[in-house]
């Protein structure tokens, strides 16, 4: 009879649990497994950004905020034009007769999904609901108090703005030469409307430009919401407008709110996982829809503004993409692009291609953005997005993709940060092979050279013999033997700063004579620059993504190299943490000297394979993961620079990683979930069965490829580019003998230039 009760009480008990949380059997979708907040909380630097948006959409918006821990929302965002940028434009719906441009408010209550926003501003008691669709969007604002008015108050910060018979429209003024307009209309009529002057509305006044510029809506008593539908434009407000009316006629936020949903799971759904740790699928598809934050589509029924040449253009069925730091995006976001979207990915490339003749130099872009190639960061590395592309198949004009790949390096310094033609520094390494360093107290002679980002002599010479051999690739694809040899002899310019005597790579001046003293924690002054960027010496060290085989043999052998690998993730830091950070805080997410918060670390981890240790990779891709990328608030270690960092995440979580842009191979690592189906851009599946894994179980004990028996800790893109299937046995013990004999190595260019046949192969 006890038994009885206890089984009636149990079940009673699960019932009221389901009643009160409807959705617990409800199955998730993947975009219910992102977390928009993970990582809004910087570990030292830069946060990342809930950034509401359809997948490389033009509208962008997130709360305007330092970080998560800011206390206040500075009003409400309507565009973001850069992916760190605040907002263009600035909402602020108010109950109060004190009017300002920009409401602060105190908020609760805040819902951030990728599709979808909705935040209480508690003081003011009006409920806000948002959802965006592709260079549109709507806000609902609830307002909550009858007794008192209801105004809104749009601000152009630093434009115009125009209000006429309850319509506002204007622009704001961004840098160089590119506007972003706004058009934006209520669905209700106001009681008045007018031009906010002196905290009043002047409702004689229906226009006004120069910063704050801000028009006001003022709804009588009473008002419970307010919808208001606006469009963006880059071309004009009449666009603007066009835009809104093309995407928002006939629709309310819910319908909105519903495609923008279903438009997500579409783009998420090309990766489909099974296994029952939910925080590593959270982890993933986070991660995933980070990827998909840049770069953003601004063509606008069939033109574009560019403001390469501030010119509008036709786009002539070839969507625009900008807003791309491809220093950060090149190594993992471009490729797994590629993998699962090759026609965007193609669309992006010619993107670049029509940004190089817009500049009028043909020169590749290396940091495109709404406003411009900013050419932030150090070396050329489009060139690696074509070479990789260009190597895997991608239908583009390769022929001028090279010319401007060559023009990029050739003809533009590479003086970190500067668009600038060749100057010194570039003829000295044209003739000499390396950029040359300043001893201490030498003063700087190139006026190319930025005064605070410096010459990053080591950076820039081993980050432009990368570049090189991905211009070599090209050449040869092409059929320019004569350029491909001479550009395959400059990919081995890293020997000429390679110190045999230490291991690393070590700045020199021009006359050769090495820097000394010297410290590769911490020599270089601010994040290093003199002679490296934002990263040590110890990251630098391995920064030869083209040639680990030479690297390997430079070193004396896998054994010192394993060696060196392993020293690096037991190095300490060797000062105090606030000292170490106060120099390189760009270095964070430390294990030792390797740090998981910057791109040239990525490639690290995997490095194992190509020394007959590829269960060290797994090791420690699996700790590296668990430690540093987590579902929460400062689940990110560094700068996340919109789906950089993210794309090693995904990668990585899957079981694989290109290590080489411009190989068409990955590396294998260790997946952490059970099943795990890529959608590719042609439509068919590659598969990867991870048998046995869990948390513990993260050791290979052997493979099988395409049916095949598979010793390799790698495999090409010719492999999987149709479909197949990886199936991995895992185990909680490394299997030290799988991958580990010398023809299992993954390519390198010594590699293959010693064997022809897996040139062939390629």
């Known amino acids: 009879m006890k038994l009885y009760y206890y089984i009636i009480i149990s079940i009673t008990f699960m019932l009221l649990s389901c009643k009160s949380n409807p959705d617990i059997n409800k199955q998730l979708e993947p975009v ?27 509208l962008r918006i997130y709360p305007e905020r330092s970080d998560y821990t800011d206390q206040q929302l500075h009003g409400l965002p309507l565009a973001v ?58 806000y609902q604002i609830e307002y909550q108090q009858a007794d008192r008015p209801a105004y809104i108050m749009i601000n152009s910060r630093n434009g115009g703005i125009k209000i006429d018979n309850g319509t506002v429209s204007g622009y704001q003024q961004l840098e160089n030469n590119t506007r972003i307009y706004l058009y934006m209309k209520p669905d209700i009529t106001p009681l008045q409307e007018g031009i906010l002057e002196n905290k009043q509305i002047n409702s004689f006044i229906k226009e006004a430009k120069g910063n704050d510029a801000c028009a006001v809506l003022h709804f009588p008593k009473g008002t419970k919401t307010v919808n208001l539908y606006y469009g963006i434009s880059f071309i004009s407000v009449e666009q603007a407008r066009k835009n809104m009316e093309r995407e928002l006629t006939g629709a309310d936020l819910n319908t909105i709110l519903k495609k923008g949903r279903e438009i997500w799971n579409k783009a998420l759904r090309t990766i489909q996982v099974e296994d029952n740790n939910e925080e590593n699928k959270r982890v993933l598809y986070t991660s995933f829809y980070r990827v998909f934050e840049r770069p953003v589509c601004i063509s606008e029924d069939g033109r574009y503004f560019s403001a390469f040449d501030g010119k509008i253009h036709e786009d002539k069925g070839k969507p625009f993409y900008t807003d791309d730091w491809i220093w950060d995006t090149y190594r993992a976001a471009h490729p797994l692009r590629l993998l699962i979207d090759e026609k965007t990915e193609t669309n992006i490339i010619d993107s670049y291609l029509r940004m190089a003749e817009q500049m009028g130099n043909m020169w590749m872009p290396t940091f495109p953005e709404i406003t411009g190639d900013s050419r932030r960061m150090n070396s050329n590395h489009a060139v690696a997005t074509i070479a990789d592309a260009a190597t895997k198949g991608l239908n583009f004009n390769l022929e001028k993709a090279y010319e401007a790949c060559r023009k990029g390096i050739e003809e533009k310094t590479l003086a970190p940060w500067s668009d600038a033609k060749a100057g010194w520094i570039d003829e000295f390494y044209k003739i000499n092979g390396y950029i040359p360093a300043l001893q201490e107290g030498e003063q700087e002679i190139d006026k190319n050279v930025h005064p605070f980002e410096k010459r990053q002599a080591i950076a820039v010479t081993l980050g432009t013999a990368y570049d090189q051999w991905c211009l070599s690739q090209i050449a040869r694809i092409l059929g320019k033997n004569k350029e491909a040899d001479y550009y395959s002899k400059c990919a081995y310019n890293y020997r000429n700063v390679y110190n045999s005597q230490t291991g690393f790579f070590h700045p020199k001046d021009q006359k050769g004579k090495w820097i000394t003293p010297f410290d590769y924690r911490y020599s270089g002054g601010q994040g290093a620059r003199n002679y490296y960027g934002e990263n040590n010496g110890w990251i630098y060290r391995w920064d030869v993504p083209h040639n680990i085989e030479d690297l390997i043999s430079l070193m004396g052998g896998k054994e010192k190299f394993i060696s060196n690998l392993d020293q690096m993730f037991l ?174 190595v993954p390519p390198s260019t010594d590699k293959l230039c010693n064997n022809a046949n897996q040139q062939l192969a390629f």
């Not at 219910?32 to 033009?58: A, K």
């Not at 109060?96 to 508690?122: M, R």
Request: proline fraction near 8%; charge should be neutral; charged fraction near 15%.
């Open 571 to 744: 190095e300490p830091l060797g000062k105090s943490k606030f000292e170490f950070y106060a120099q390189l805080p760009d270095h964070t997410g430390n294990v030792g000297q390797f740090s998981m918060a910057n791109e040239p670390s990525l490639h690290i981890p995997y490095l194992y394979n190509y020394a007959g240790q590829p269960w060290k990779t797994q090791k420690l891709i699996r700790t590296l993961l668990k430690t540093w990328f987590r579902n929460d608030l400062m689940g990110i270690p560094g700068d996340e620079d919109g789906g950089g960092m993210s794309a090693f995440v995904v990668f990585s979580s899957l079981g694989f990683y290109p290590v080489t842009p411009g190989f068409p191979a990955y590396n294998i690592g260790s997946p952490l979930f059970s099943k795990t189906k890529v959608k590719l851009s042609n439509g068919k599946i590659f598969e990867i069965e991870a048998q046995g894994v869990s948390e513990e179980n993260k050791y290979i004990q052997s493979a099988n490829l395409n049916g095949q028996k598979w010793n390799k800790p790698w495999f090409s893109h010719d492999d999987i580019k149709n479909g197949g299937k990886l199936i991995l046995v895992m185990g909680n013990k490394p299997n030290k003998t799988w991958g580990n004999t010398p023809d299992a």
């Open 32 to 58: 219910d497994y992102v977390n928009p907040y993970m990582g809004n909380i910087s570990h030292l630097l830069v946060p990342t950004f809930p950034t509401i948006h359809l997948p490389n959409s033009m």
């Open 81 to 138: 034009t850069s992916h760190r940028g605040c907002s263009a434009f600035n909402l602020s719906p108010h109950q109060d007769n004190n009017l300002s441009p920009v409401i602060n408010y105190s908020y609760d209550h805040e819902i951030i999904k990728p599709y979808y926003y909705e935040v209480l501003l508690d003081e003011e008691q009006i409920n806000i609901k948002y959802a965006p669709s592709h260079q549109s969007a709507i």
